[in-house]
């Protein structure tokens, strides 16, 4: 949205400015010159594919600069048709790099029900990620009973390819019964460096007996 807001998609308006498109042609319609105003706003598709989603063009909109046309646009609609309106754009885009590159040509109808799938299984994820418990801070909570906590962790150059970690294990009262580290070398990436760490750990409570 930021760059169809500020014109920084290629069109072949902008192509041919450049000098790198003969004709600015707007690929899917084929009437008028293909530029950011008219792609998202005068194109008959764009057009079929809004009515389609319910959401046509207020006609009350009558600035005749683009970005200020678009915010306007957006800003007397609620916040499920901007969202659903951003979609339909990407679909829109994608859907006219599709015909001008590999000459593959989605209907309206194509293109409306995917970015109603689209929003329904983003709006499905909001609700599913807002009904989840909030993650509590990362604090270190004591053990039950007579249970040994060790925790682990590992630092990763990957410059060097070298790692350290570091062990420590602490019993209910929060207090530290055995710590170290250990320098690693020859280590390929950080989930190695992880691994290392996690094995040194096991081996660490096995030889105090825990």
């Not at 760059?3 to 319609?29: F, G, S």
């Not at 594919?49 to 609609?77: H, I, Y």
Request: with cysteine; charged share 20%.
């Amino acid at each position: 949205m930021w760059r169809i807001a500020n014109n920084y998609l290629p069109t072949l308006h902008n192509l041919k400015a450049r000098q790198l498109a003969v004709n600015p042609l707007c690929p899917v319609c084929r009437s008028e010159e293909e530029s950011v105003y008219h792609l998202f706003r005068e194109c008959p598709f764009t057009q079929q594919v809004l009515r389609g989603l319910e959401m046509p063009f207020s006609t009350c909109n009558r600035q005749a600069n683009w970005k200020t046309w678009l915010v306007a646009d957006f800003e007397n609609t609620s916040l499920e048709a901007c969202n659903i309106k951003s979609i339909a754009y990407w679909a829109i885009w994608y859907n006219r790099n599709n015909l001008y590159h590999e000459g593959v040509r989605e209907q309206v109808h194509e293109v409306v029900g995917f970015v109603k799938a689209y929003y329904a299984e983003i709006s499905s994820m909001g609700e599913i990620l807002q009904n989840t418990h909030e993650i509590k801070d990362s604090v270190w909570q004591p053990p039950d009973n007579d249970t040994i906590k060790i925790n682990f962790d590992a630092s990763f150059n990957r410059i060097t390819r070298s790692s350290i970690s570091g062990i420590i294990a602490r019993d209910k009262e929060c207090l530290p019964m055995a710590a170290c580290n250990f320098p690693w070398d020859n280590i390929l990436d950080p989930l190695m460096d992880e691994a290392r760490a996690c094995l040194q750990a096991i081996v660490m409570a096995e030889e105090l007996g825990f």
